[in-house]
């Protein structure tokens, strides 16, 4: 490949794309092309992209369009989409975007400077969206092009066979494929003496590690290993999928002192004929019997979710059965979205759609609620002492650094600089809607 040339990312969706993105950069860095945040100055152009809802969807096709001026000044510019859009449209997206010369799936992201410089050499646009047996971008470990972190992504398993009736990740991202232990192992410890101190362990649904694997580690036992990794501070891991919550990973919270005290532990719904039509394998009662033991373990968990409105069929009754399970759950935080059907899943044939005004309406209400109740959570642990790892500068000013809790709680103080990458005890002062001010003791 050529020396010197530009490559111009962005990412759309969720922190398995950002990851993702991380490993492009870093395979690319190796063929000699460096990132830029200029657009103007890119030889190649990627989007990678989300399919999850609808509005991420629109904002790459929206982005796309954009770029047709860039590709008519520049006709050696290459233009690629990778991620979930690209797997579920694949040579349709070539036909629609004239000007588009590269589309990659979720499973061949380890093939991308090969794929450039195929485009290069023929021509000619090129389409990706094979599913392998073996998902070789599972064992990439970016290398950060822009300086060493505190904390780092690693990606444990990938793909789903929960088939929720409103998803499309099944689709798109393949069959659950968990990364050998050993890999996982080995990526860590090379992370924690590259001065890495937490890791986020990736997977669209974690719980499931390891159950096609013969003879490996469940993802409890994963915990245990990671637990034991000298340098690494801080181990968490998202998502969970509540219907595999193991009796066994609920109590690491109690029993593996680097587990942070927090999980994200999507809902959905809190209505149990809204769940059944999701297909999502658990009732109302057993989810709250889940938040419950897990709050025994560990009185001090954050605990978020997901959450959507107006899925096909949900009446008033049902939109208060979510209200109350959020009332009785006492979330720390809550992702809301309203309900929008995803091409080639069972909701979106299902005839009860519900209108967009009434989507919109509903999802003011479950806002208000939540923002009380995490404003109320945060206010609770004003004068409580906590350690928070520091991360960076903080976007509150000069000497302001900030960091984040064991329960992932975002904590702006004043403080030098230097203590970036350190654990520090801190004093919470004030608890605020979207964060918390300490002061270090
Ligand atoms: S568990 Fe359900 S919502 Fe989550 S990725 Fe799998 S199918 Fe989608």
């Known amino acids: 490949m050529p020396n010197g040339k530009f490559v111009y990312l962005k990412t759309f969706g969720c922190q398995m794309n950002v990851h993702d993105s991380e490993k492009m950069l870093s395979i690319l860095a190796e063929h000699n092309y460096?990132?830029?945040?200029?657009?103007?100055?890119?030889?190649?152009?990627?989007?990678?992209?989300?399919?999850?809802?609808?509005?991420?969807?629109?904002?790459?096709?929206?982005?796309?369009?954009?770029?047709?001026?860039?590709?008519?000044?520049?006709?050696?510019?290459?233009?690629?989409?990778?991620?979930?859009?690209?797997?579920?449209?694949?040579?349709?997206?070539?036909?629609?975007?004239?000007?588009?010369?590269?589309?990659?799936?979720?499973?061949?992201?380890?093939?991308?400077?090969?794929?450039?410089?195929?485009?290069?050499?023929?021509?000619?646009?090129?389409?990706?969206?094979?599913?392998?047996?073996?998902?070789?971008?599972?064992d990439i470990s970016p290398i950060p092009l822009d300086g060493e972190k505190v904390k780092s992504y690693v990606t444990i398993i990938q793909g789903c066979e929960n088939f929720c009736s409103f998803c499309i990740v099944p689709y798109v991202r393949g069959r659950e494929k968990s990364r050998p232990s050993e890999n996982i192992l080995g990526e860590i410890k090379a992370l924690s003496k590259r001065g890495i101190r937490e890791v986020t362990l990736l997977g669209q649904n974690v719980n499931s590690y390891g159950k096609d694997l013969s003879g490996g580690f469940t993802?409890?036992?994963?915990?245990?290993?990671?637990?034991?990794?000298?340098?690494?501070?801080?181990?968490?891991?998202?998502?969970?999928?509540?219907?595999?919550?193991?009796?066994?990973?609920?109590?690491?919270?109690?029993?593996?002192?680097?587990?942070?005290?927090?999980?994200?532990?999507?809902?959905?719904?809190?209505?149990?004929?809204?769940?059944?039509?999701?297909?999502?394998?658990?009732?109302?009662?057993?989810?709250?019997?889940?938040?419950?033991?897990?709050r025994k373990v560990c009185p001090e968990i954050g605990i978020t979710a997901d959450v959507m409105v107006g899925f096909p069929g949900e009446g008033e009754r049902e939109f208060h059965d979510t209200l109350d399970l959020i009332q009785r759950v006492q979330f720390d935080n809550l992702f809301s979205f309203k309900y929008s059907p995803r091409k080639g899943t069972r909701a979106a044939h299902l005839l009860d759609q519900i209108g967009e005004s009434t989507k919109s309406h509903r999802l003011q209400v479950l806002q208000e609620l939540q923002k009380g109740i995490t404003l109320k959570r945060n206010q609770a642990l004003e004068g409580r002492y906590e350690e928070i790892l520091v991360e960076g500068l903080s976007k509150w000013g000069e000497e302001e650094i900030t960091g984040r809790t064991s329960s992932n709680k975002v904590v702006n103080l004043n403080g030098n600089p230097d203590l970036i990458g350190q654990l520090v005890k801190v004093r919470i002062e004030e608890g605020y809607a979207n964060s918390l001010r300490g002061k270090i003791i």
């Open 219 to 294: 993802f409890p036992q994963l915990l245990a290993h990671i637990n034991e990794i000298q340098g690494i501070w801080r181990i968490r891991f998202t998502t969970s999928h509540p219907k595999d919550i193991s009796e066994e990973l609920i109590m690491a919270f109690g029993k593996l002192e680097k587990v942070c005290k927090h999980i994200h532990l999507p809902f959905q719904s809190g209505s149990d004929r809204v769940l059944e039509r999701m297909n999502r394998g658990y009732t109302r009662k057993q989810y709250m019997e889940k938040a419950e033991q897990l």
């Open 34 to 138: 460096r990132p830029t945040e200029d657009i103007h100055r890119a030889d190649i152009i990627l989007l990678n992209t989300c399919s999850v809802r609808a509005k991420p969807e629109q904002k790459v096709y929206s982005a796309l369009g954009r770029l047709e001026r860039l590709k008519e000044k520049n006709h050696h510019l290459i233009i690629g989409v990778g991620g979930c859009v690209a797997q579920q449209e694949g040579e349709r997206l070539l036909d629609r975007i004239g000007y588009l010369d590269l589309v990659f799936g979720t499973h061949n992201l380890h093939r991308l400077p090969d794929l450039i410089r195929d485009v290069q050499a023929s021509r000619r646009p090129m389409c990706a969206v094979e599913f392998y047996d073996e998902v070789r971008s599972l």
